[in-house]
């Protein structure tokens, strides 16, 4: 789900959002992928959305380094996550001086909530701007 700035739903629909490790097994890439809006909600290759995530644990600094490339918007993230209680919150500061934050929640072996959120205050206010409500496939998906 997407959502405007006043918190009104733009659109809603489903995706397919895969996880695997790679590199030797030193990082997670995911590709997500899901219908343009922009295009109609096409889900066929060069209309729909589509990008990926790297994310590699720096023993060092104790947090994941995750790099997000949207290739059909051209969207580069480079940002650090770490546990937040029972959650993962991914953040990063933009050229603009807003703060982004991705956060999985309610995470449990077969399903997790994920949330957008921006602050154009330094944190004092977030507005989330998409949220994913992901399943795990069953085992004849895999």
Do not use: C
Not at 26 to 55: C, E, F, M, S, W
Not at 63 to 89: F, K, Q, S, Y
């Amino acid at each position: 789900m997407f959502y405007d700035e006043g918190g009104a739903k733009l659109y809603d629909q489903l995706g397919v959002w895969s996880f695997s490790w790679v590199l030797d097994g030193r990082a997670i890439q995911d590709i997500l992928v899901y219908p343009n809006p922009d295009n109609g909600l096409k889900n066929t290759p060069g209309y729909r959305r589509i990008g990926t995530t790297l994310r590699f644990y720096d023993p060092g600094l104790g947090a994941w380094h995750v790099i997000w490339l949207g290739v059909v918007t051209g969207d580069l993230g480079v940002m650090i996550g770490r546990p937040v209680g029972d959650e993962i919150w991914i953040e990063e500061k933009e050229s603009d001086g807003s703060l982004t934050r991705w956060m999985f929640t309610e995470i449990t072996p077969d399903r997790f909530h994920w949330k957008g959120m921006t602050s154009s205050d330094q944190g004092d206010s977030w507005r989330t701007e998409q949220e994913m409500f992901a399943n795990r496939r069953s085992s004849k998906h895999r």
